[in-house]
Nanobody
C-alpha cells in the first residue's frame, strides 16, 4: 500500500500555470503506474496524464497535450504535473492515483488504480 498526498492546486486566471505535486509515503512508486485524474462537478472522473508501470510510456489526454507535462523525481517518491496555459475547462479536483497491477491498455481506467490521494482543487477563472 502506498499513501498519496497531492498539493499545488489553487485559483488562477486563464493562461496562468500551476504545478501539482503527488508525494508518496510508505514506499517509492517504482513498479507502479501513476496517473493524474480530474473530476469536475457532474462529470465522470477523467484521465489527464500518467506513466506506465515500467515508466517507459507517458500518456496525455488530448485535451491537455502540449499544455501539461508529467514528471517524477529521481527518488520516485514524487510525481509532478506542470500545467501551462490553463483554461476554465481545466477547473476540477485533481487526483493522483497509483496501481501496481495496471496494464498498459487500461491506464486510462480509473477503476484499475487502488491507491488515491485526497485531491486538490484547481480553479481557472476566465
Amino acid at each position: 500500500q502506498v499513501q498519496l498526498v497531492e498539493s499545488g492546486g489553487g485559483l488562477v486566471q486563464a493562461g496562468d500555470s500551476l504545478r501539482l505535486s503527488c508525494a508518496a509515503s510508505g514506499r517509492t512508486l517504482s513498479g507502479y503506474a501513476v496517473a493524474w485524474f480530474r473530476q469536475a462537478p457532474g462529470n465522470e472522473r477523467e484521465y489527464v496524464s500518467g506513466f506506465s508501470r515500467t515508466g517507459g510510456y507517458t500518456y496525455y489526454a488530448d485535451s491537455v497535450k502540449d499544455r501539461f507535462t508529467i514528471s517524477r523525481d529521481n527518488g520516485k517518491k514524487t510525481v509532478y504535473l506542470q500545467m501551462n496555459s490553463l483554461k476554465p475547462e481545466d477547473t476540477a479536483v485533481y487526483y493522483c492515483a497509483a496501481g501496481n497491477r495496471v496494464i498498459t491498455s487500461s491506464l486510462r481506467n480509473h477503476r484499475q488504480y487502488d491507491n488515491w490521494g485526497q485531491g486538490t482543487q484547481v480553479t481557472v477563472s476566465s
